[in-house]
Each structure stands twice: as C-alpha cells, then as structure tokens.
C-alpha cells in the first residue's frame, strides 16, 4: 500500500480532512487506512485515488470528539510532559484512554499498540531515574501496588470468615458464589468512558434496588478488560440462600431467598445473561459455587494493578481501604480511625496480624471486621453489641458462631490492665495536657490550646475544673 500517494489524494479532495489525519501518529494512521480498506472491503490492488475518497468518506462520518482525540492520543511521553508544562494540567490518564478508544477503532490489543508501548516505557524509564534515598519512583509504585494487593486480599479473606458465620454462604464450611457480568454487545461500539460509566450504573442500580428490599449481601469485585478493552465485572458474592417454606393450601410453597431476588435483580440490569441463565450450563460457568476461595480470589486479582483494571467491595464501609491502612500501619491517629475505642482499636491491631492456620481454625479473622464495625449495614455491625439479643435477628440460627465472636470482640474488663490505656499515649510517656499553664489528667489526648482538642479521640478538658490541683 503506497501511503503517500494515499495521503496525496486525501489532500487533493479535502485539504482538512489531511490536516486532521496528520495529527495522528503514523503507526495509527496506516493501521485507519488498512482497517477503512477491510470496512469497504476493497481489494488489495484497488487504486489509491478509490481508498483515499472512502477515507475521507470515513472521516466525515466520525464524531467530533474522536477527531479531536487523534493529537493528544499520538504523542509520545515527552512531547505529553511539555504539553503539561504548559497548560498545567495532567494529560497521562486522558491520553492513555484516547488510545483505548482508538485502539477499539482499529480492532487493536495493547499489545500490539506500538504507541502505547513505547508511551510506557518512556514513563518506567523516567520513573526510574528518580531515585530518593536509594529509591526510585518506579520501585515505590511497585510497592504501593503490591502493599494495595496485599489489603485487599487480607480484607476478602476477613470478609469471606464473617460471611461463614453469617450464613452467607452455600453449606456449612463452603464459601459463596462467583459470578461474571458483561455488557451487551452494543457496548463494543461504544468509548471506554461510556461503557465504563455503564458498569457503574448498573452496579449502583442493583445496590440501591437490594437495599429497599432489605436484602443483606457482601461481594468482592474486579472490573477488568476485555481484549477488545470493553470492560466486564467478576464478583464473588455471599448473601442468606436458606430456603424457607410457607405452608400454603395442602402442600408446601419454597419462598424465594434472598439469593434468589438478589440473582432477579441482577439479571434485571443485566438482562443480556438472562439467556445463559436459562442453560443447563449456566450454574457452571456464569454462577458458579465456590469450593476452592483461594483459588477463585487468584483468578479475580490475577490483573491486579494492570491499567484501567479496578477491585473494589460491596457491602462494607466505604472507607475500609484507609481504615485498614491506617490500623495495618500504625497510623492510630488517623481521623478515619476516629470512631474506634480504645479497646477496639487494640484488638483491631492485634486481629490483622493473626495470619497461621492455627488462627484460622478458631476463626480470628472472621472477627477483624466485627471489631472494626468494617460492614456497612448497621444490621451486621452491632451482631458485635452484647446488648443486642440475637434471637431479635436475622441471624438468630448462627448464634453459637456469633457468640464465639462477641466474647472475643468484648473481652471482661479487669481494673489492672492497662494496655488499652497505652494505644494512644501522646504526650511523652504521661497522660498530662497543658492549657495556659494549668495542667490536667487527661489520658489519651494530644496538646489542647483555649480547649480546642487537636487530633483527638476524646473530648477536651473541662473548662475550670481541676484548677489548683497541681499548682
């Protein structure tokens, strides 16, 4: 194929549309010419003046913002550092997903995108040069990825023990459920971002439907890429399947569980598996039970930290992903750690680093998010209250697990131990603040000026009591 004689008559029957093309990189450019050419499925000997019009045909037809994309989506790592020199902004992740989408339109991988390719390298080889203490940038992105895969591997091993002891499960002693969910294939001709915002939609929506109906679940996801870079989720999923029955006339009527409406209202807005579901396969492969935990968390994090591929939790804090940080860390003065006692917060620590099988078969780390009220239904979170009477619940057949639990998350208080008191110890080795020259006993505070407690867990001193008591 003679490009430049292509691009000649591109020019010769609109000088715009050339100036356009011209944005992009050759690599791309050529592959748009081949894959117009396979589109009007002309031959390989067909005249360059004939390609060059159904080009410029092509291009006519093509969105505005797609055109506009061709400039950012060609430039090479530095020439995108000094376009962010100059407007200030950061362009890395806008150009990364222009490539996405042009790569769609070429019927691309990543892999075989030599553009892409040489952008990342050029990105690593910078990285890599910067260097801190003996530490390059490189190396502590690295480890931040590695850090991260290792919390949320802790946090979906944690949250598949407590959903043991809750029920959510298949059988005693199984785990729960996987599941795969694709967008319709209408999706495949669409931008990353819209099928992107699509998955997210409909995710929430199912949320928000099983929250009005009441339906307690919990699930582990990954948002990961096609080959075609069109995004699918796996989820691993536990909710209450117990099957109820309601005498009704002369027999027996099942009631549907709350696996059931929740699978009716996935299948809801993702009605494009409604079809697979009525196979005999499909228990198999898109729902599949979970016998093997470890195996089945391999394959969802199997992309961890790869571009564009998410996880995520449904069913806990929002914020559990800090909280865990902060508690695996040290970091107890964390204000996301600012609801947490004393007490909790020591066990806390202690539960997250309970990591042996021993540990495992007395079930400590089903307890970890007990203790830090980790759940986002507050249904779940005060199981952990003693005050809560558990024939009260939902939960009423679980109570021998449940109760395990709450002995171990609400031990005996005992006057002489004081190793809670030590958790937040700030000023010095003693529990004194000083306000204007007075001094107060106040464990487990930082420096409180004009009573204002700074970073604090608890609340400041007082004002005017204990004057004179040490002056």
Known sequence: MDYEKIEQYIYEINSSTYD????????????????????????????????????VNTLSHMKKDVLDSFELASHSYKELLQVQRITKTRLTRK??????????????????????????????????????????VQDSIEKKIKNNRSRDWSISQCLNESSKILGMKQTYGESGWFMTLTLPAKFRNMSFEQCNDE??????????????????????YAVELHKDETPH?????????YNSMNEAGYGWERVKTDRDKLLDIVFRFFDNENDARQNDNFTIENNQEIYSF?????????????????????????????????????????????????RKL?????????????????????????????????????????NIDLDDTQFSMYQHELQKMRNYVNPPRQKSDK??????????????????????????????FDYQC??????????????????
């Open 294 to 342: 470890d195996k089945c968390l391999g394959y969802l994090f199997k992309d961890y930290g790869k571009p564009n591929v998410r996880h995520g939790f449904i069913g806990l804090r929002r914020d559990i992903k800090n909280v865990w940080n902060a508690l695996y860390g040290g970091d107890i003065e964390n204000s996301c750690l600012s609801y947490l006692s004393n």
């Open 199 to 220: 998955i997210n939609r409909r995710i929430n929506m199912i949320k928000k439907y099983t929250e009005r109906l009441g339906i307690l679940w919990t699930a582990i």
């Open 20 to 55: 356009i093309l011209n944005a992009l990189t050759p690599f791309y450019r050529y592959k748009l010419y081949q894959k117009i050419k396979e589109n009007s499925r002309l031959n390989e000997d067909c005249s360059p003046e004939i390609l060059a019009d159904g080009i």
């Open 419 to 448: 190793k809670y008191k030590k958790v937040r110890k700030t000023f010095i080795k003693s529990g004194y603040v000083l306000v204007f020259g007075n001094v107060y006993l106040y464990i487990n505070t930082k420096i409180v």
């Open 233 to 241: 989720i796996h989820i691993i999923y536990y909710v209450n399947d």
């Open 95 to 136: 150009a990364n997903r222009y490539r996405i989408n042009l790569r769609r339109i070429l019927g691309l991988s990543r892999d075989d995108d030599e553009v892409q390719s040489s952008f990342d390298n050029d990105k690593k080889a910078r990285y890599q040069k910067i260097k801190f203490n003996g530490y390059s």
């Open 346 to 386: 020591f066990l806390s620590i202690t539960l997250m680093y309970m990591q042996d099988i021993d540990d495992y078969l007395y079930g400590y780390p089903a307890f970890t998010l007990f203790a830090i009220s980790g759940f986002k239904s507050g249904k779940i979170n005060e199981l952990a209250n003693r």
């Open 454 to 471: 700074e970073k604090s867990k608890g609340q400041p001193p007082p004002s005017g009591e204990g004057k004179g008591l040490f002056i």
